[in-house]
């Protein structure tokens, strides 16, 4: 709604009123309801004369917004125990450490970076839930877990400080992590302060998609009996810039759906961001109150702080609400950067009764005039409604002041953002300001201050912190292992084929069909897909394990007379996410990083089609390996030619090369459901019983062929990314050329293809090499090559590649069905000669056969391309490479792939 219309909806004395007698009348008799019966009777009685009006034709006319001012009313705010002031004290303090720790690392050089003005503004928001709110995990409670505003985190160095977790140098180490030890990482990322961090939430959306589905794994854990998860809250800070992101907002839907009463999200109304204003021509908390309250969601406005309690008491005619209403959020953030006068003149001053209103205050109570979001009993009350209120999520919209305290250095400018530095002059007023004992010595050295331990501040913080269980942000690293089944258990996979011909995904729902029933861990594994289960034939799980829903099934489902019907419910192990990547990769870091926020191991099966997956969600991948999060993707219909009727944007032929990035992410292209098998269960056991913080990512094809029994001794080479498949001979002949070829993925069939045709039309051997990771074996050779470097007078190890490749003789050819890239990055660990081939060039349909000859990944291709190569290291003669490209029927002249 606009501004206009909600002037309209909310406040009579708007211009077009045509009879302000009988505006008035209405008006009393609805406060004489309020009086005599309370409002619940007034909504009742409002809701049915609106109907009424409704369906008589006058078009929408209740809001979903309410007037710019609190939602709770003065009269009804639980009031914040203990001392005020001393509370205020102690924030006051937290306030100035963590300032003076971004002061301090840029006085020496502004080259390290640091905010100061968000938390800031966001400093009663924190410490209100500090202090009342946030349970650390302990033996009476589970623990609340808090999403913090990623570029706030010298707020929580500051109390972690204080609490005496973190020393003075430490806090001098901040953003300091390789050059001092135990130095602070610049936002939160458990990967870099393991102990300490929960949540990655910086890039901008992702602490807010990821709260969501963290609330509702909580929902999900706790309908299954795996954890119990009532009582515990999940927080999440979120600026008012950040909702732009279309995470941010993007599945808020789904909390209101799910009645995740577990949520409470707090926007940091500062009314600014980076640049500038949030809305400067509009208002940031109308237009997220409507947005929230359409989503389902429990909507708590706290905007004006307790020293305007007196004056909106006082405001029977509207007016003050009206001027409110009026201003825009460009002039709230203007009004904040100057001073009281500026506020009477522009503020009040729009309305000469409201100027008449404030001649008794002086321009420094004008200035007083606090936000709700920085006035701790506001907050407070906030709070206190939000964990009791049952059956939806909540949003407080806290309006609060960026840059808050830092005066002429940025409260309320523009350039807040980024000031990493005070004057001296601004300095001492924020001292003055929040009254800390510092002498201007201190002061002008941005000494970090911690009182003493006997000090009211200080028994404070101990006393409630202990009273809620303990300091946070605490991750713990580790949970209770899991046993986790054999190879033995995939038996199945094991074994060839015979004349069956499957897909890789048919082989890998086999496996995740063998471990939902295994008896060790078959509770814990958690598949979860996004609209693609008939796509990749897992539908025969729907009615085997059940379609979580919190509701259950409150229909008879179309198909309930077939044996796989769709089956919601309550207990439901399947998250159908619907047709969302983000939350189903948000769902998928929620379960796998579930040993560290629940204690609980949750083994994620995520998966999707392959092109919809890294590029699509990377900054979630991203916060997926940060988080420490252990399960499996499995990018499904992969391949550039294997997917091959769907064309140029599903066919995927670069997802390796973008998980490859990824530093724990242990990345597999296999192309046998042996290889599958192995990978998946060695995936379980470092993951789940030796706890080590990596997470697989696994393509999978939707092409059907014969898959061969399992060589022996494989298993080792399958896991460090290369094993011979086959072994090349030409009759007798010893001396034949020989060639070495690799494949992975459905190309190995193509690569096993050529090696025929070399040996029957060329007489050259040709050794085949199920390539099942290019990823790790370049992992596995760089470290090898630093180590060498490092260690120049002892004896040189080998990469495992090398150790493969070495002696067998004859130039190396690969063939994938992934762009060059992807087999390209073992090179330099290939003795002699290497040649890649690939899928560069945009995706189009027809037949697998077209596409890869298109593509040039063919046997054909293959054979030529080793011919090639043994003709330039001069063991055959370049006529023999002609003469099969044209019994081949290779165009030469068809045009580069990359280029049509
Ligand atoms: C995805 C992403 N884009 C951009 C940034 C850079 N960035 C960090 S904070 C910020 C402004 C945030 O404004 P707001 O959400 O209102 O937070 P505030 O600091 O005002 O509380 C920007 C653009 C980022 N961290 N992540
Ligand atoms: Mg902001």
Known sequence: MTDSLQTLSTNGAAATDIDAAETSEWLEAVDAVVEHDGPDRARHILARAVQRAELAGSGPIASITTPYVNTIPAAREAKLPGDPAVERRLRSIIRWNAMAMVVRANKISSELGGHIASFQSLATLYEVGYNHFWHAASDAHGGDLVYFQGHSSPGNYARAYLEGRLTDEQLDGFRQEVSKPGGLSSYPHPWLMPEFWQFPTVSLGIGAITSIYQARFMKYLAARGMDQTDGRKVWAFIGDGEVDE??????????????????????????????????????????????????????????????????????????????????????????????????????????????????????????????????????????????????????????????????????????????????????????????????????????????????????????????????????????????????????????????????????????????????????????????????????????????YSPVGQLYQPQDSEQLMFYKEDKHGQILEEGITEAGSISSFIAAGSSYSAHGVPMIPFYIYYSMFGYQRVGDLVWAAADSRTRGFLLGGTAGRTTLNGEGLQHEDGHSHVLFSVVPNCRAY????????????????????????????????????????????????????????????????????????????????????????????DFGVAADVWSVTSFTELRRDGIEVERWNMLHPLEQPRRAYATEQLEGRGGPVIASTDYIRAFADQIRQWVPGRYRVLGTDGFGRSDFRQALRRFFEVDRYYVAVAALKELADEGTIDAARVKEAIDRYQLDAEAPMPTTV
């Open 246 to 547: 279309p995470e941010t907002l993007g599945s808020i839907g789904m909390a209101g759906r799910e009645h995740l009463d577990n949520l409470i999200w707090v926007v940091n109304c500062n009314l600014q961001r980076l640049d500038g204003p949030v809305r400067g021509n509009g208002k940031i908390i109308q237009e997220l109150e409507s947005d929230f309250r359409g989503a389902g969601w429990n909507v708590i406005k706290v905007i004006w702080g307790s020293r305007w309690d007196p004056l909106l008491a006082e405001d029977h005619d509207g007016r003050l609400v009206k001027v409110m209403e009026e201003c825009v959020d460009g002039e709230y953030q203007t009004f904040k950067s100057r001073d009281g006068a500026y506020v009477r003149e522009h503020f009040f001053g729009r309305d000469p009764v409201l100027l008449e209103r404030v001649s008794h205050m002086s321009d420094e109570e004008i200035w007083l005039l606090n936000r709700g979001g920085l006035d701790q009993q506001k907050v407070y009350a906030a709070y206190h409604e939000a964990v009791r209120h049952t059956g939806q999520p909540t949003v407080i919209l806290a309006k609060t002041i960026k840059g808050y305290g830092m005066g002429v250095s940025g409260e309320g400018q523009m350039i807040t953002h980024q000031a990493k530095k005070m004057t001296e002059d601004a300095l001492l007023a924020f001292r003055d300001r929040f009254e800390l004992p510092l002498s201007d010595e201190q002061v002008r050295a941005a000494e970090y201050y911690k009182p003493p331990d006997d000090s009211p501040e200080m028994q404070f913080l101990r006393e409630r912190r202990a009273e809620l269980g303990g300091s946070l942000p605490v991750r713990r690293g580790k949970a209770e292992p899991l046993e986790v089944p054999g190879l033995d258990a995939f038996k199945g996979q094991l074994e060839s084929t015979g004349d069956r011909e499957i897909s890789t995904t048919m082989a890998f729902v086999r496996v995740l069909a063998a471990l939902l029933r295994d008896k060790r861990i078959g509770r814990h594994v958690v598949p979860i897909v996004p609209d693609e289960s008939r796509t990749f034939g897992m539908e025969g799980m729907f009615r085997q394990v059940g379609i």
């Open 669 to 760: 292209d296999p192309a046998f459901g042996y290889e599958v098998a192995v990978i998946i269960q060695a995936g379980l056991r470092r993951m789940v019983v030796e706890q080590e913080d990596v997470f697989y990512y696994i393509t999978l094809m939707n092409e059907n062929y014969h898959h061969p029994a399992m060589p022996e001794g494989a298993v080792d080479g399958i896991l460090r990314g290369m094993y011979m498949l086959r072994e090349g001979s030409v009759g007798r002949k010893k001396k034949a050329p020989r060639v070495q070829l690799l494949g992975s993925g459905t190309i190995l069939n193509e690569v096993l293809a050529a090696a025929e045709l070399l040996e029957s």
